[in-house]
């Protein structure tokens, strides 16, 4: 089955500590997205990727970080300079950029909480 | 700076009726309109799209209206099902994608 995987769903961040959220998609998929969701709001970007070894900032990036080695994965870390982690994180990934009008295909998410 | 808004945080229609839910957007630079479905802890899935040169699509139960001019889009489904209850996001593409916070559907029995 072709698909995105986040993981964990939940996680837990003490302060001052920086944690990393999981997203491998199998869809062969080049471009690759994280948003963020709280309540009453709409997604957020925070980062995305159009390419492997190749990443650009979104609305919101302060306080994260990300990679992008493989062109399957895509690892979120929230670092202890984000004071406001608690959220729904959603990752995303696109057969091409946004821009070329393809839908996104989203994984189920990793609620972040702080301890 | 919310370039994408739903204005109505949850609706509540009758099975068998039709569910119309909202979305206006401020850039006039989107040219790409989609809504994505998403139940609890599942994420977003994509439901139907509308390019700015079209005023309408139409898959099955759902029909995506587009009104340029008044930069407003809106979702009707018909007839409403149970299984059709969760929440509903419009989305607005340019040189990026935005998202409004979402409508939370309910079809009610």
């Known amino acids: 089955d072709g698909g995105i995987t986040q993981s964990p769903k939940y996680l837990f961040r003490k302060e001052g500590q920086n944690v990393t959220l999981s997203c491998e998609q199998n869809?062969?998929?080049?471009?690759m997205y994280w948003y963020r969701q709280d309540p009453g709001q709409g997604l957020r970007l925070i980062y995305y990727?159009?390419?492997?070894?190749?990443?650009q900032k979104g609305d919101i990036a302060e306080g994260y970080s990300v990679s992008r080695e493989k062109k399957e994965s895509f690892p979120l870390t929230v670092t202890s300079a984000q004071k406001n982690p608690t959220a729904f994180y959603l990752c995303?990934?696109?057969?091409?950029?946004?821009?070329?009008?393809?839908?996104?295909?989203f994984g189920s998410g990793t609620q972040l909480s702080v301890l | 700076d919310q370039q994408v808004k739903q204005n109505s945080p949850s609706l509540s229609v009758q099975e068998g009726r039709i569910s119309i839910l909202n979305c206006d957007y401020t850039?006039?630079?989107?040219?790409?309109f989609l809504w994505y479905k998403k139940y609890p802890a599942e994420g977003p899935t994509f439901l139907i799209s509308?390019?700015?040169?079209?005023d309408k699509n139409e898959d099955g139960r759902f029909t995506v209206f587009l009104n340029k001019s008044a930069k407003h889009l809106s979702l009707h489904i018909v007839p409403s099902q149970p299984g059709d209850s969760a929440v509903y996001f419009c989305?607005?593409?340019?040189?990026?994608?935005?998202f409004g916070a979402g409508t939370r559907l309910t079809v009610k029995p």
């Open positions: 990727s159009q390419i492997v070894n190749d990443f």
């Open positions: 995303a990934s696109g057969a091409v950029s946004w821009t070329e009008r393809e839908k996104l295909f």
């Open positions: 850039n006039s630079m989107f040219d790409y």
């Open positions: 989305a607005a593409s340019g040189s990026d994608m935005r």
């Open positions: 869809l062969n998929h080049d471009a």
């Open positions: 509308i390019s700015s040169i079209k």
